[in-house]
């Protein structure tokens, strides 16, 4: 599968994709609410937000993603990279759970 970048636009598009009482699972860390990942997006100090999907399954109402997230780190202009997996769960069109 070839890579795919997106650049994300913060909060608008999060309210399309993302369900208000979205369901969010993390180390330790179990919350409700779309409020934990428009926080995410709009961590202080980080800005240019791209997204490379490098790998996507999908059945039923679920997806798993392998990507590689990259952030331009404010201050020093640099560039910080990380890369996961991620699975989330769907329900007419939008993300119920991840």
Do not use: W
Request: glycine share 10%; charged share 25%.
């Amino acid at each position: 599968m070839a890579p795919f970048l997106r650049r994300l636009t913060p909060l608008a598009e999060l309210e399309e994709l993302v369900a208000e009482d979205v369901r969010v699972h993390g180390a330790g860390f179990h919350g409700q609410g779309r409020h934990y990942p428009e926080g995410a997006v709009l961590t202080p100090g980080l800005s240019n937000c791209r997204v490379q999907v490098d790998d996507l399954f999908a059945a039923d109402d679920r997806v798993t993603v392998a990507f590689t997230l990259t952030y331009t780190h404010d201050r020093s202009g640099r560039d910080l990279t990380m890369t996961g997996i991620k699975s989330y769960r769907l329900r007419d069109g939008r993300i119920i759970e991840f």
